[in-house]
């Protein structure tokens, strides 16, 4: 079955910081990998996405991921962190399993909220 | 254009009533898809639909059920409300599967006393 991981429940970072939010997947086949971000009292919000070719992916609002065949990680990063990237993201993939339906199910990261300290 | 649309925003009920917390799309994606999130267990799948008259059971389907008479609307009835079930409903929908990403609604906010 697929899943993803979120190792870091929280990950603090200063203003003007790179910062790395971590995910790691277990998929069988091709993955198809998704970052969301989740505001305050809002519903998610789509960043990035890898689904084949170039493994680095650039995505909303500054953000990027690399994806990692070999070690199996699809890290969120950005070069310099701000104040209002304070928010829970959540790290997804695509269900491929066998059947038709399988294919529209996401299956989510517990998430990492993440921090920015002026 | 309003993309996925849920209500209520907000609902307190009481153990045992049933109610059904309603999701409308206008984008005319085939796939929807019902998640509750819970503090430190992320998304999890409810139910979920590939299209009109087609639905499945998801990771925690218990105590719910969801019927997709058209593309537009994916209604979640709860049954008989159980504390258990308080939790932040999510409804997302996408236009198709594997390589696209989901669009989500705001939430509804719901408590079981």
């Known amino acids: 079955a697929q899943s993803v991981a979120q190792p870091e429940d929280q990950v603090n970072v200063a203003e003007g910081n790179p910062l790395t939010v971590k995910c790691t997947y277990s998929v069988s086949g091709n993955p198809y990998l998704f970052w969301y971000v989740q505001y305050p009292n809002r519903g998610l919000q789509f960043l990035l996405k890898?689904?084949?070719?170039?493994?680095l992916v650039k995505g909303s609002y500054g953000f990027e991921a690399e994806f990692n065949k070999s070690q199996t990680s699809f890290h969120l990063k950005k070069p310099s962190a701000l104040v209002s990237d304070s928010a829970l993201y959540f790290c997804a993939v695509r269900d491929v399993g066998p059947g038709y339906s399988s294919a529209s199910k996401i299956i989510f990261g517990s998430g990492t909220r993440l921090s920015i300290r002026p | 254009n309003a993309g996925v649309t849920q209500t209520p925003k907000f609902q307190v009920l009481k153990t045992g009533q049933s109610m059904t917390l309603q999701c409308a799309q206008d984008m005319n994606h085939e796939y929807m898809s019902w998640y509750r999130q819970d503090p430190g267990m992320g998304l999890r799948l409810i139910h979920y639909s590939v299209g009109a008259g087609i639905t499945d059971q998801g990771e925690v389907p218990n105590g719910y059920n969801v019927s997709r008479s058209t593309t537009e609307d994916f209604p979640l009835r709860l049954l008989s409300a159980a504390p258990s079930q308080t939790s932040v409903y999510f409804c997302?929908?996408?236009?198709?599967?594997?390589?696209?990403?989901?669009?989500f609604g705001q939430g509804t906010r719901l408590t079981v006393v």
């Open positions: 997302a929908s996408s236009y198709g599967p594997l390589n696209t990403e989901a669009f």
């Open positions: 890898y689904i084949t070719g170039d493994n």
